[in-house]
Nanobody
């Protein structure tokens, strides 16, 4: 059974940094695409950043220049370095693994940015 587990969430002041990690288990394949999504209270889940198994990346406009996504295919892990955090980055962050027609999700980790 494929599982994705996020870690690294927490509380930080605006302007600070956090690093999220996602570890996949129960799979022998490397996801075609891995990504971070977030859902703020009362809002829809949105894509934050994604990375292919070849290293191509895509970022939401709101995080470009502040967040950096990376992955280790051999270890089936993914990270999100978040710098210059803003109040509006507060949300539950979810790890996603996409492989052909299958999507796998972690349970999420809460990031709270305060002033």
């Amino acid at each position: 059974q494929v599982q994705l587990v996020e870690s690294g969430g927490g509380s930080v002041q605006a302007g600070g940094s956090l690093r999220l990690s996602c570890a996949a288990s129960g799979t022998i394949f490397s996801f075609n695409i891995m990504g971070w999504y977030r859902q703020a209270q009362g809002k829809q889940r949105e894509l934050v950043a994604a990375i292919t198994n070849r290293g191509s990346t895509n970022y939401a406009d709101s995080v470009k220049g502040r967040f950096t996504i990376s992955r280790d295919n051999a270890k089936n892990t993914m990270s999100l370095q978040m710098n210059s955090l803003k109040l509006e980055d507060t949300a539950v962050y979810y790890c996603n693994g996409h492989h052909y027609d299958m999507d796998y999700w972690g349970k999420g980790t809460l990031v709270t940015v305060s002033s």
